[in-house]
């Protein structure tokens, strides 16, 4: 069994309406998940946004939260709805049309990591699979919950930066004769989770920082952006891809030499997101 599905870090006082997170940076494997895969300690490593919530790690200096999971994306995905299940790898698990996610091998519970490499062999249980959910994906929806609403009562609105990293070959192909390969794709499905206000903000910090942005292409948003994007409501919801190849060796999924030097940039760019919500009123009249 794991512990806590996720850290979070506090700042000594809220100053933003922000609230950073990072669902796929976990990475305490429970041994019985490491006793029953056919990959190895490497291999299934290969889903993680692997040191994103270091990379943030900065935003409680500068007034906003920043929750981050333990619990590995191999076990269960938090960008996922508790309902996707996968009747290819959970017993009794009910196929509900047609969701591409599913079909692929990644719904709540993966049955595949990186490159559709299977993980298990054989099925999962459905009360393994409802144990997951129950004592991971849910304390860590309702902590979601309970800091928006606490950005919500404090400021009158609320954003939520979704923060993840991309495998370098994702977007390597991505790049035209007119335009730069993205190092950073921002996902406010296409406008449906955040008010272009907050987006065009979000990117000036990227841009401001010398990286090349692009917005949802390769990647929209997924379970997270679409759950608690309300910009109708004040609340706001932006995924944040960055390319790996930037601070890790994507191969050992280990810090490369630009890390620290990533990091500090990343620190500014914080700091500039978290002046989104400095002044609430301006942006909740819009």
């Not at 290969?46 to 920043?66: C, H, I, K, N, W």
């Not at 920082?209 to 292409?217: E, I, K, Q, S, T």
Request: net charge neutral; charged share 25%; glycine share 6%.
């Amino acid at each position: 069994m794991l512990n806590a599905p996720y850290d979070l870090d506090m700042p000594a006082k809220r100053t933003s309406c922000v609230v950073f997170s990072s669902p796929h940076s976990g990475r305490n494997y429970p041994e019985s998940m490491l006793n029953r895969t056919v990959l190895n300690q490497n291999v299934i490593r290969s889903s993680e946004d692997a040191f994103v919530d270091q990379l943030f790690s900065a935003a409680a200096d500068y007034g906003a939260p920043m929750i981050a999971a333990t619990v590995p994306r191999a076990y269960l995905d938090l960008n996922r709805s508790a309902e996707e299940l996968d009747p290819a790898l959970i017993q009794g698990a009910r196929r509900h049309g047609h969701n591409p996610r599913v079909a692929s091998g990644l719904g709540v519970i993966p049955r595949v990591v990186a490159n559709g490499r299977a993980i298990y062999r054989g099925k999962l249980t459905m009360d393994e699979a409802r144990l997951r959910i129950d004592t991971c994906w849910r304390p860590y929806h309702a902590r979601i919950k309970s800091l928006l609403a606490e950005s919500h009562e404090a400021f009158g609105q609320a954003v939520l930066v979704d923060c993840h990293s991309m495998p370098h070959e994702a977007v390597a192909m991505a790049s035209t004769a007119k335009s730069k390969r993205p190092e950073v794709v921002l996902g406010d499905r296409f406008g449906a989770s955040a008010s272009a206000k907050v987006v065009d903000r979000i990117e000036a910090a990227f841009v401001a920082a010398g990286l090349n942005v692009a917005r949802n292409a390769p990647f929209a948003g997924a379970y997270v952006t679409q759950t608690y994007g309300r910009p109708s409501r004040h609340q706001h919801a932006v995924q944040v891809e960055i390319d790996r190849s930037l601070y890790m060796d994507e191969a050992r999924i280990e810090p490369n030499e630009n890390f620290a030097a990533f990091q500090e940039i990343l620190r500014e760019i914080i700091q500039d997101i978290a002046r989104v919500g400095e002044e609430p009123l301006r942006l909740a009249a819009e």
